[in-house]
């Protein structure tokens, strides 16, 4: 473990830093009943986690499947951009999701909701003030510690992050970018740190979607708390889905023999699930009614605001086509877009590459 800066004519990192990843830890720590990560897969090198991700995604593969490389031979970031690091010296990941019913202006959220997890679980477990520069930068210092690239295939959305260690700042993939080494960071166990972020996107995203907090593992002494709670959430779940209109009468019945499963703990894990699909029927329901997640009533857009080192600042926007945009950086609307006060006035701002002016 690192525990002070690291320049460029430091000794290689330690070996412990730059050990390998372990799945089955991983799986043992995120894996469990009531959590949307299903399986944890760890690949010494592949090109890249979101492609492989992506083309699992169109053959089917469920929500919650997540795939770590040790090594990256064509990692993408944004706008096409390479994105390389030495083996182990980083952690790069994908997660698949399936926001089922969301509305397509809403989505916008999820690489945002991915930036929120990855600064949150970095300033929490590696002690370094991590920022958000718009959309999906994750910061330190000033210099870009962490990205987020997010691809849509189909209905399934696709979230890869890249977080530089323990790097030296002669091994950074570009200029202006840095390390939580470099940074001084209390922690660089990459095993840790994943299990943290991901632990960090899980609460996010059941908060994004309206979902009830996870449950804890369904061990002896928690089975059957977990059943009463799952039943009660179920329950909850059905009278919204009811309370949204004649369209969503027919999720009813599934919450109600949700809520009598839920009496036998040793059906809490089945319970769970159940309501988790109930939950997902009322909100794809609610969303087909024009209402999407609220990231304000879930803290997302709060969150963002706080963590961000755009809002405030002169910003120059270099948007899809060649266009620019120049102004102050004002806030970020509830879909998720940049708002610039520009000559021209307010313009929000969905895609770009951001330069901070100062």
């Given amino acids: 473990m690192t525990t002070g800066p690291v320049d460029a004519g430091s000794p290689p990192p330690a070996a412990a830093d730059r050990a390998p990843l372990s799945a089955t830890a991983l799986r043992g720590a995120l894996v469990r009943p009531g959590a949307i990560w299903r399986d944890v897969r760890v690949v010494a090198q592949t090109g890249s986690t979101n492609t492989d991700l992506l083309a699992a995604a169109r053959d089917g593969a469920p929500q919650g499947l997540v795939l770590a490389a040790e090594s990256q031979t064509a990692g993408r970031g944004r706008m096409g951009r390479r994105w390389l690091s030495p083996p182990r010296a980083a952690l790069t990941f994908s997660v698949l999701l399936r926001p089922g019913g969301v509305p397509a202006g809403s989505k916008g959220w999820v690489p945002l909701l991915a930036g929120v997890a990855v600064a949150s679980a970095l300033r929490a477990e590696a002690g370094v003030d991590a920022r958000l520069k718009w959309p999906n930068d994750v910061l330190v210092d000033g210099a870009k510690v962490a990205g987020i690239l997010a691809e849509q295939a189909g209905q399934a959305i696709v979230a890869g992050a890249g977080i530089n260690v323990s790097a030296r700042q002669d091994e950074m993939p570009a200029t202006g970018a840095t ?17 943290c ?19 804890p593992a369904a061990g002896p002494e928690f089975a059957g ?13 059905g009278r919204a889905v009811v309370e949204a ?72 926007v270099e948007l899809p086509g060649g266009q620019v945009l ?21 313009v929000a701002v969905s895609a770009g590459d951001v330069v901070h002016l100062r």
């Fill in 245 to 316: 209109g004649p369209a969503a009468v027919d999720a009813r019945p599934a919450a109600v023999d949700a809520r009598r499963a839920a009496v036998d703990a040793e059906a809490g894990s089945a319970v769970v699930e159940a309501g988790n699909a109930a939950t997902e029927a009322g909100l794809a329901r609610r969303n087909a009614a024009g209402t999407g997640p609220d990231p304000d009533a879930c803290g997302l857009r709060p969150a963002y605001r706080r963590l961000s080192a755009t809002l405030g600042e002169p910003v120059r």
């Fill in 197 to 215: 972020v991901l632990a960090e996107l899980e609460r996010w995203y059941l908060a994004w979607l309206g979902t009830a907090t996870p449950q």
């Fill in 326 to 346: 120049t102004g102050i950086a004002q806030d970020i609307d509830e879909s998720g877009r940049l708002v610039i006060l520009a000559a021209s006035g307010l």
């Fill in 225 to 237: 708390q977990a059943a009463v709670d799952a039943g009660r959430a179920v329950v909850d779940a």
């Fill in 179 to 195: 390390s939580l080494a470099v940074a001084g960071a209390i922690c660089t166990n990459r095993q840790h740190l994943l299990t």
